[in-house]
């Protein structure tokens, strides 16, 4: 790979000339393939651009000019949307410290001046999972003069006492809604957004005092990544960072620690061959170079509801600035970067181990087959699909689609209106080595869970028990009826998905011929494999990667009738062929 500085700005040149005759009066872009343009998206385009301003030798007044409407437009007509805000005024902030030289400032009406002055002098409310957006408003509301007194000190610290109090290990449950306890890499993007604020902050001091308290928890993570993120760069495979956004700020998130000297010199290799593998594979699987832009939904492949291709390319230039800009300063090399190579082996890491639930990822690798799988039990916001459910994630070998709901590898009990998973929360959750040297991962729910992220009470408990070993996947669900009750209906699904016709490259791996090789080891509730359904058509089956084929789906239609105290076991096995192009 050439340089890492030069590479950087280069991508960010390609995206930004593809993007900057686009954005409207309304300093939004218009939107594309059935999105919709949102909320805070001036805010995203004002602040990447305000950053290339700040950098670029070659300033331009219509940059400038750019800049100011998307302020203006982002606290005009969106200015209830917290996060567009606080992007807009890191903007602002980036545009200069001393208003009276700010090129931005000077070309608002006196209006917008007002508008801007009284968001910024005011306390602002956001869900705790958005810490970072208070951060910011403080210092910039400090930097800039509208807040006598800098508060960003204190609300650091509140923020990172959300991770001392609200987890074991020390991470940032970023849920807001449903049973909470969603741990993922969304606590990745809102450091970079709290450390690209510090770095203009007004005082030095704040800085320097903070940075070590963050490195404390943001450490969790980084030493995470080396077991997290795959040979071909994919990184996180559950949660709310996923895909090319995912990908883009674990990178960051890695440039900025290298920086910060976070990591010590005997590692520096490991992380930056990690870098390289995540640059590899960011650029390969969705930068577009045709069209200058990062694709992350087309015919083939899709993302996160909220996320817009705008947003999502207009976040990565203001990151490609950036890396360009800190690899310059730091010579951070991809070159003599070398991941070391990882045998077989299995790791849980627990999150939290409250009193009503237990939240922890299971991370397990075959070495020989090239198999590597992320088992999260965390809550998923209530948001009603199938991200964050409890069973291996593995894009191209276990897929499920974004944005849509559904029974993957987990078995989905129906008692009425209520739709039951075994996912989101455990008890008594253990892990050992099985008689077979098998890697067995186990967990409890003493009251069911509906898809919903609601507790059920007096219907049945559930006992689930994983088992890993040389390429051989093995699932025990075991549901007690607590009363005779009906069920309604069974359900267990799996997906066979296909790479993106362009955008992929040799080393990911997917699925040869003999697909996953299911056998159906036990069944109490007498189910049977359903049609095939081939969903090649239908966009709502769509992966981060590429479209789904094919459903496969076990079940068992008509009622049931449960018998107190029963166990009802549902057992099945996977042998997956894994190929590379």
């Not at 209830?80 to 208003?99: E, R, Y």
């Not at 930068?287 to 976040?315: K, M, P, Y």
């Not at 987990?410 to 959750?429: A, C, I, M, Q």
């Amino acid at each position: 790979m050439q340089n890492f500085a030069a590479q950087s700005w280069d991508i960010a040149q390609l995206l930004l000339g593809g993007y900057l005759e686009r954005i409207g009066e309304n300093g939004a872009v218009a939107p594309i393939g059935g999105e919709s343009t949102r909320t805070d998206e001036s805010g995203h385009i004002a602040y990447a651009l305000a950053v290339y301003h700040s950098i670029t030798d070659r300033p331009s007044a219509h940059i400038v000019e750019l800049v100011a409407g998307c302020i203006a437009s982002q606290f005009h007509f969106n200015g209830q949307d917290v996060g567009g805000c606080a992007h807009a005024a890191l903007a602002l902030l980036t545009m200069g410290l001393n208003l009276s030289r700010n090129d931005a400032w000077s070309r608002f009406q006196r209006e917008t001046q007002k508008i801007i002055e009284s968001w910024l002098k005011k306390p602002i409310q956001v869900p705790p999972h958005r810490e970072a957006f208070r951060i910011v408003h403080a210092i910039v509301g400090h930097g800039l003069g509208f807040q006598p007194s800098d508060n960003s000190d204190k609300l650091i610290e509140q923020w990172l006492n959300g991770a001392r109090t609200g987890s074991t290990g020390g991470f940032v449950d970023s849920s807001s809604h449903g049973i909470g306890g969603r741990y993922d890499g969304a606590a990745l993007e809102q450091y970079v957004l709290v450390r690209e604020a510090l770095q203009r902050h007004a005082s030095i001091h704040v800085r320097t005092r903070r940075l070590p308290t963050i490195r404390t928890y943001m450490q969790r993570y980084l030493k995470l990544i080396p077991d997290l993120v795959r040979d071909d760069g994919t990184s996180w495979a559950f949660g709310s960072l996923q895909g090319c956004t995912g990908t883009i700020y674990t990178i960051s998130f890695i440039v900025r620690a290298l920086d910060d000297d976070w990591i010590d010199d005997d590692k520096r290799a490991l992380y930056a061959g990690i870098l390289r593998n995540l640059v590899q594979h960011l650029f390969m699987h969705y930068l577009d170079q045709g069209n200058a832009s990062l694709c992350i939904r087309d015919g083939e492949r899709d993302a996160e509801a909220e996320e817009t291709t705008a947003v999502v390319n207009f976040d990565a230039i203001r990151q490609f600035l950036f890396w360009s800009q800190l690899a310059k300063g730091s010579k951070i090399s991809l070159e003599s970067g070398e991941k070391e190579p990882l045998g077989t082996f299995a790791k849980y890491i627990p999150f939290d181990r409250g009193i009503k639930a237990e939240h922890g990822l299971l991370i397990y690798r075959d070495a020989l087959l090239g198999l590597s799988l992320q088992l999260p039990l965390i809550g998923g916001n209530g948001e009603g699909n199938s991200n964050c459910g409890a069973f291996p994630h593995c894009p191209g070998i276990f897929d499920t689609p974004v944005n849509k709901c559904l029974p993957v590898l987990v078995p989905e009990l129906t008692f009425g209106d209520r739709v039951t998973v075994p996912s989101f929360y455990g008890k008594n959750v253990s892990t050992c080595l099985g008689p077979r040297r098998e890697f067995q991962f186990r967990y409890e729910q003493p009251e069911l869970i509906t898809v919903d992220e609601a507790l059920t009470s007096n219907i049945a408990s559930c006992k689930v028990l994983w088992s890993l070993v040389e390429g051989k996947v093995t699932a025990e669900f075991t549901y007690i009826p607590k009363r005779s009750i009906r069920l309604d209906s069974f359900r267990f699904a799996f997906a066979i998905a296909m790479p993106h016709s362009r955008l992929t490259f040799p080393i990911i791996p997917f699925l040869g011929e003999n697909g996953l090789r299911p056998q159906i080891l036990r069944d109490d509730f007498q189910g049977e494999w359903q049609h095939l359904h081939d969903v090649t058509e239908d966009p709502t089956y769509r992966t981060n990667s590429g479209k789904i084929a094919c459903l496969y789906v076990y079940a068992r239609l008509l009622a049931l009738q449960l018998r107190q105290g029963t166990p009802y076991c549902f057992s099945i096995s996977f042998e997956p062929e894994v190929v590379r192009g």
